[in-house]
């Protein structure tokens, strides 16, 4: 049985930093696209960033680019997302995603995790 397991999210103000953190269970991560998406309220699900499991090659939605940054531990099996300069339009609920295939804006992942909440205020 496969969990991602989001965990790091919480109330900040505009301007600080958050780290997000993925544990995966049932799945190496090693050997899987791993992403993360956000949903904003009202919105839809949109790409965050993305690791490949070959080279380790990293993508992002270009509103996060020089913000955020995704790395993974294949040790700990955690894939986490740093988020720095923080803004009020990055408030959403953050998921993880575990897919076969690459990921990126507009595909869908095998797995997702359950969701963390991330609000940035003024």
């Known amino acids: 049985q496969v969990q991602l397991v989001e965990s790091g999210g919480g109330l900040v103000q505009a301007g600080d930093s958050l780290r997000l953190s993925c544990a995966a269970s049932?799945?190496?991560?090693?050997?899987?696209?791993m992403g993360w998406f956000r949903q904003a309220p009202g919105k839809e699900r949109e790409f965050v960033a993305t690791?490949?499991?070959?080279?380790?090659?990293?993508d992002y939605a270009d509103s996060v680019k020089g913000r955020f940054t995704i790395s993974r531990d294949n040790a700990k099996n955690t894939v986490y997302l740093q988020m720095n300069s923080l803004k009020p339009e990055d408030t959403a609920l953050y998921y993880c995603?575990?897919?076969?295939?690459?990921?990126?804006?507009?595909?869908?992942?095998?797995?997702w995790g359950q969701g963390t909440q991330v609000t940035v205020s003024l």
């Open positions: 995603a575990a897919s076969k295939s690459r990921l990126g804006p507009g595909k869908i992942s095998d797995y």
């Open positions: 690791v490949t499991w070959i080279v380790g090659t990293t």
């Open positions: 049932g799945l190496s991560i090693s050997r899987y696209y």
